[in-house]
């Protein structure tokens, strides 16, 4: 289990969160442990913003409009492009948005921690930029326990100065964190750390299921492998995982799809040949196509080792 990273306090903030599935529910529980007040959340699936609003004392917000007006500080976690472009739709008649709160949204700040392509993040500071709102990519490595413990690597992107300002309450999010330039680049890099993470899950299903499928002791092999160059951070978080058929849901196999995809992309888009990356998401996009997705990324050893899906 994480150990929460001891914090710094600073003056308490009221913040909102748009998506509160595991990653937000646990950054809006540690923001609220931190002294900040949690005023409203809001997400797709009413339940479980209902649960966490009871939980926190918040309001749970009917709609987007209503969550934006009750904060100046407004997180969005959520699933993918297309909903990140739907939660920063522009303002039109009838049309629910973080952007069509009542009032306006000048002076507000959403800092945005999903996943996506660096064009979805580029759009959502412009359409923000246009109403006089400030935005800042804090795209997220590590998981549900780092999540909740105030441990996560922050990978952040947008104008320096809002950076500056919002630095105190991130180092309250996070053990580790960095600046990597304009709004898209920390999109960029959180690509590559996940399609080089991806890669090398893939490629322990693979050693993994074979040395099964010759009839290896796989906790010896497992040792063997951490104390020579097939260790890797993966080895550790998913080789027993994947042997013990233990799949609980960390990081999804739905995720590790839509991540490697946005990564081929960008190596399509600079002009690169990236056989390893298309191969990975080739396998995620299996494991999604067989009904899986929803299992951990360690699940992609369902389509190597002997006797299983594959």
Not at 110 to 124: K, R
Request: overall charge negative; charged content about 15%; aromatic content about 4%.
């Amino acid at each position: 289990m994480s150990v929460s990273a001891p914090f710094t306090p600073i003056p308490a903030l009221t913040v909102a969160f748009a998506g509160v599935g595991r990653m937000g529910a646990n950054m809006a529980r540690r923001l609220a442990e931190c002294g900040h007040r949690v005023a409203a959340v809001y997400d797709v699936h009413a339940p479980a913003a209902a649960d966490l609003a009871a939980e926190l004392g918040a309001k749970h917000a009917a709609t987007l409009a209503e969550l934006a007006a009750s904060a100046d500080l407004v997180f969005t976690v959520v699933t993918d492009d297309a909903a990140q472009l739907a939660v920063f739709a522009e303002p039109r008649a009838g049309l629910d948005s973080l952007l069509a709160a009542p009032g306006g949204v000048r002076g507000k700040t959403f800092v945005n921690c999903a996943t996506l392509a660096p064009a979805t993040h580029i759009e959502a500071a412009r359409r923000a930029a246009e109403l006089g709102a400030d935005t800042l990519e804090a795209c997220m490595a590590s998981s549900i326990p780092q999540a909740r413990a105030g441990t996560l690597y922050l990978m952040c992107a947008g104008e320096p100065a809002v950076f500056a300002r919002l630095e105190p309450l991130l180092r309250q999010l996070s053990t580790a964190l960095r600046h990597v330039g304009p709004a898209g680049r920390a999109a960029q890099v959180k690509a590559l750390v996940n399609m080089v993470m991806n890669i090398n899950t893939a490629a322990l299903a693979e050693g993994l299921g074979l040395g099964q499928a010759l009839g290896l002791d796989l906790d010896t092999l497992r040792e063997i492998f951490a104390q020579t160059g097939a260790n890797s951070q993966v080895l550790k978080t998913d080789g027993e995982d994947m042997q013990n058929r233990a799949h609980d849901c960390f990081f999804s196999a739905a995720h590790a799809a839509k991540d490697s995809t946005i990564a081929w992309r960008l190596g399509c888009e600079a002009g690169l040949h990236l056989p390893l990356a298309a191969a990975t998401k080739l396998q995620y996009d299996k494991l999604v196509a067989l009904g899986l997705g929803q299992l951990d990324k360690s699940a992609v050893a369902e389509l190597t080792f002997p006797g299983r899906h594959a």
